[in-house]
């Protein structure tokens, strides 16, 4: 029945794009218009939008003409027009939706049609790259076309400074990586003054590379993390034990990358604690061994899950993260949670502390947060599903400017890894001698450099693209079409380098020598270009741009990413997945019947085989994986979202505080709700039976307010436990007012400010934590037939509750119990001395610290600390006044 109505009246797609064609040819009849004006005349336009817009238009009222003058002085200032099928693009964009878009078909010019058109707003349009080379480029480089038109264009890129990065933000339009757009929010969340504020609000935004962002990357959550207590050699001693394991002590689930000891193991890792005197007594299960367990399980892990030169690699003493679906490292990042610890110690390099979660998000969280959301890659369509369902976004497959005549061949299957490697390099050889340009794509750096000596060995020149020659990708990407190019690729996803058949001139001018002179340039530019011309030729000629697989990704869209380098804008161009029954996906998620499968087919050594019956089934492989991972998001992103409604609450409470310039009526009601609260603790029953003495001495003791709750019973107008509150709240009032007659009321003002928000962070830091632990230990719930996520949201609802109180009751006892004297000279204020870092799960950063002077009350060196520790001030901040 789908199939019939999809006959009769066209796909989903087919109808949106059928939509969106009178918008080409509207912003077509424009075009003799805008291409009349003068310069002056056509960056003026952008003005006489902005007005339109404020007397009441919207930006899709303007959209044709607007498209219309973006495409024009793109013409003048970039030599580049854009073709019709980026129109139907940009409306796409536009819409807050999905553009799929064939490799080379020109997103980035596509995107600034739609990013113009949603800055003349002035509420800024953010452009979310994978990388900051990226962001820097597009940012350069668009930049002259939006400068034209009179829009200024920023970019965020890892280690600038604040200021760099809140005029970057205050800018009509802002380039910048996705860690840097959600770190900047968290970290705008953490401030202590509104000057220290860089972003502006989430109005518009396109994701790039979208599928790698919001699905790849969105498995880990953003997280601000700080020093927790040092592991000391815990972990080192603990993977010297973990080595000394058997098989038989664990169980490995490489389908859900698991990992747990059995019973035998259990009690071999007990045996080895206490041979090691890291255990006197008890089971790994008791809680004060809690610490061992959790570094054991983390050794184990990093031990037989994760493996060198696969996951990560050992560089200067350190654990370098590779990114599973880029290929490429990320340093600086690290896994949380003891991993990235474990990993250390399994390579005996040093080993840093552990981190403590200070803030964090989900991806999904921080892009739910625009108030329009669109995105362009050229594979999107197989994860369409996950994005409307987490994301409410549409992806709609845009048609490409020319046919693509790429050659898609079938895979071929080998028995073992053997074989498979022994086809492909006589594969690349036999097709080397063409002279057609060859993208060899692995999985690992393990692969590619095993690939790489096979290569050497039979004298064939290559390149090789992977971490560790991530300075020279985009060189390396740009030249990969040039005649007899042999690359070797790890993960070509995101690259954002167009591969060009006879080589990329604009890349080999750029690195034309500094010292040559303007003429000498010229000469050797029209040289390059020619000779690039004429590659072009040859390399169609033998077929364009081949690309061999060397194994099937987990994700289909991963492949065809690798699968979309060739066929740019009309070119020729080959395909082809090598597999054997050694591969991983084949392996874990194919298993006996697969080979079964190979056997009946007459499968045999060194033989290469092609059956609909395969192909089927490794398609069904990688439909399993995705769904598993989908269902892995899926659950990150259940758990964020009870936090997020908890976030929510405590981020806009924290940045109404810290743009107030007075947080008087904040204290008043925290008083308020003190006088309630110690009401209901002692004055229970008859005013007989109320417990005056006890309120007396909480009153004293708890918050230094000298008053006798009898004398008010006795000589005022004291009958009912509502007139006991107002003369507690009116006692507190008056504690505080004789402090502010000492130190001026600017000065009380600032400390109030100062002090509510240095006890919201301390306790919502702990609430994190408390979080994390609850997190862990409600899967075990399941055991218990019950739902861990239900059990988790009702707990941690009263966890925030708990911490909501813990806020106002601190705050008083600190504001309270702070003595002031007048005569005491300024000093530096205290300030939190722990650094704070920020990563992807993962990434460590220590941040500026700043020095503040005193404009507030002298905290007492025997009081207790204003930040909520519980220490005396003297043992916590006032070590360092």
């Known amino acids: ?15 949106l794009l059928k939509d969106l064609w009178p918008i080409a040819k509207q912003v077509n009849d424009f075009e003799a218009d805008v291409q009349a004006l003068s310069d002056e005349a056509l960056a003026a336009k952008t003005e006489e939008f902005r007005g339109r817009l404020n007397d009441g238009a919207t930006v899709d009222d303007l959209l044709p003409e607007a498209f219309a003058v973006v495409r024009e002085a793109s013409s003048r200032v970039l ?3 854009h073709f019709d099928v980026q129109l139907i693009g940009a409306g796409i964009l536009n819409q807050g939706k999905i553009a799929e878009m064939k490799t080379g078909e020109g997103k980035t010019l596509m995107a600034t049609l739609a990013v113009y058109l949603n800055a003349l707003s002035g509420k800024g349009a953010h452009v979310v790259t994978v990388n900051d080379y990226l962001a820097k480029r597009d940012a350069e480089h668009m930049g002259e076309l939006y400068g034209f038109l009179g829009l200024s264009t920023g970019v965020i890129v890892n280690g600038i400074p604040s200021e760099e990065r809140r005029a970057a933000y205050a800018a009509d339009i802002t380039y910048g990586t996705n860690n840097e757009f959600g770190f900047d929010y968290l970290r705008d969340n953490m401030a202590f003054n509104k000057e220290d504020l860089v972003q502006r609000g989430h109005h518009y935004a396109i994701v790039d590379e979208v599928d790698s962002i919001l699905v790849d990357e969105a498995r880990t959550p953003l997280i601000i993390s700080g020093p927790a207590e040092a592991a000391g050699e815990l972990y080192g001693q603990t993977d010297a034990l973990i080595k000394q394991l058997v098989e038989e002590d664990y169980e490995k689930d490489e389908k859900d990358k698991a990992v747990s000891f059995t019973e035998l193991g259990n009690e071999h890792m007990e045996q080895l604690f206490r041979d090691a005197n890291l255990m006197p007594e008890g089971t790994l299960y008791d809680p004060e061994n809690v610490n061992l367990m959790h570094a054991a399980t983390q050794c184990l892990r990093a031990n037989t899950l994760f493996t060198r030169e696969v996951d990560y690699i050992v560089r200067d003493d350190e654990v370098v993260i590779i990114d599973e679906f880029t290929g490429r490292m990320m340093p600086g990042r690290r896994y949380s949670d003891g991993q990235h610890q474990a990993l250390e110690a399994k390579e005996n390099v040093t080993v840093q502390p552990e981190n403590q979660t200070l803030a964090s998000i989900t991806f999904q969280n921080y892009f739910r947060m625009y108030d329009k959301l669109a995105g362009m890659t050229g594979t999107a369509d197989t994860e ?10 549409e992806v709609v497959i845009v048609p490409t400017n020319r046919d693509m005549i790429r050659q898609d061949m079938p895979d071929v299957i080998y028995r073992d890894a053997a074989d ?76 954002g380098t167009d591969i060009m058949l006879g080589g990329n001139p604009d890349m080999l001018i750029a690195a034309l020598p ?13 040289e390059i270009r020619e000779a690039c011309a004429a590659e072009h030729i040859e390399v169609v000629e033998a077929g364009g741009l081949h690309i061999l697989g060397t194994e099937r990704h987990e994700s289909r869209r991963i492949d065809n990413q690798l699968r979309g380098r060739a066929g740019r804008q009309g070119d020729p161009g080959l395909t082809r997945f090598y597999l054997s029954l050694d591969d991983d996906l084949m392996r874990i998620f194919g298993g006996e019947k697969m080979q079964s499968m190979m056997t009946k087919l007459g499968f045999e050594e060194g033989e290469a085989i092609e059956h609909p019956w395969v192909t ?45 310039d007075d947080v008087t009526d904040v204290v008043d009601d925290m008083q308020a709700d003190l006088s309630g609260r110690l009401v209901t603790e002692f004055l229970h029953g008859h005013t007989e039976e109320w417990a005056l003495d006890e309120l007396r001495d909480a009153l004293n003791e708890r918050f230094t307010v000298e008053a006798d709750p009898k004398l008010w019973l006795e000589h005022d107008d004291v009958d ?29 003002r600032h400390f109030e400010k100062y002090l509510v928000l240095q006890i919201f962070d301390h306790l919502w830091k702990e609430h994190l934590l408390a979080m994390d632990h609850l997190r862990q230990s409600v899967g075990l719930r399941g055991y218990a037939q019950k739902q861990p996520i239900q059990e988790y949201k009702r707990e941690s609802f009263e966890l925030f509750e708990t911490m909501l109180d813990k806020v106002r009751e601190e705050t008083m006892i600190a504001m309270h119990r702070v003595q002031v004297e007048q005569e005491e000279p300024l000093v530096e204020e205290p300030q939190e001395s722990t650094p704070v870092n920020y990563n992807l799960g993962e990434e460590d950063e220590p941040e500026a610290q700043h020095t503040y002077k005193r404009e507030h009350p002298k905290v007492g060196r025997n009081d207790p600390c204003p930040c909520g520790s519980g220490k005396k001030y003297k043992q916590c901040h006032g070590k360092h006044g």
Do not use: W
């Open 1 to 15: 029945m789908f199939s019939i109505l999809t006959k009769l009246f066209g796909s989903r797609n087919e109808r």
């Open 79 to 81: 030599g580049m027009r």
């Open 384 to 393: 369409a599903e996950e994005f409307h369902k987490i994301y409410k976004l």
């Open 420 to 495: 498979k490697y022994s086809a492909i390099i006589t594969d690349i050889e036999s097709l080397h001698k063409t002279n057609a340009p060859i993208l060899v794509g692995t999985i690992s750096i393990e692969k590619s450099e095993v690939l790489s000596e096979e290569l050497t060995k039979r004298g064939i020149k290559h390149e090789v693209l992977n971490a560790k020659q991530h300075a020279r990708e985009a060189e390396i990407v740009s030249q990969a079409g040039r005649k007899g190019a042999v690359t070797i690729a790890t993960n070509m996803a995101g690259r």
């Open 514 to 526: 500094a010292k040559l002179s303007d003429a000498d340039r010229e000469v050797k530019a029209k």
């Open 616 to 660: 089927k089934a490794i398609e069904n492989s990688q439909k399993k994986v995705e769904g598993r991972n989908f269902d892995v998001r899926k659950q990150l992103l259940e758990y964020d979202d009870v936090m997020n409604q908890q976030r929510d609450v405590v981020y806009s409470q924290r940045r109404e505080l810290l743009e107030a």
């Open 720 to 748: 009912t436990a509502e007139d006991m509150a107002g003369k507690i709240h009116a006692a507190l009032t008056a504690h505080m007012a004789a402090k502010e007659e000492i130190t001026g009321a600017e000065q009380m």
